[in-house]
């Protein structure tokens, strides 16, 4: 048997998602790697407006603060909507810079739509994460 129980699942996990079984593919990434990972990678899979897709570098911070700026919402204002600290915000948009080779905020939002991050059909509206 391999060593590497992740290497042994992932085709079964594979197959259940082309199949349309998530239930079953989260069984089997769960007995894995635990329930919370195995949330978080199924999580990844959705596509949903005001998600991060599962084709992006950011994470769910990273991708909510930058598309609260293209909402609209200050660092201050997002902090305050979404019960975070203006710090933590400011970090998230800050790496998020870093990801995208953006030397700032707008030129940020414009790059996530340039590699599809975001969707130009989503409407826009302030998203947690």
């Not at 199924?42 to 599962?54: K, L, N, Q, T, V």
Request: proline share 6%.
């Amino acid at each position: 048997m391999n060593a590497d129980p992740i290497r042994d699942v992932m085709p079964r996990v594979s197959r259940a998602l082309k199949n349309g079984d998530r239930r079953r593919a989260f069984r089997l990434l769960s007995s894995t790697v635990g329930r919370e990972t195995a949330r978080r990678a199924m999580d990844a899979f959705d596509d949903e407006p005001g998600r991060a897709p599962s084709n992006t570098l950011l994470t769910p911070g990273e991708y909510a603060s930058v598309w609260n700026a293209a909402c609209g919402l200050t660092a201050g204002e997002t902090a305050e909507r979404f019960f975070r600290g203006t710090q933590t915000v400011m970090a998230h948009r800050k790496s998020a810079l870093r990801k995208l080779g953006a030397p700032h905020v707008a030129a940020a939002v414009a790059e996530c739509y340039r590699r599809g991050i975001f969707k130009t059909d989503t409407p826009l509206f302030p998203v947690d994460w």
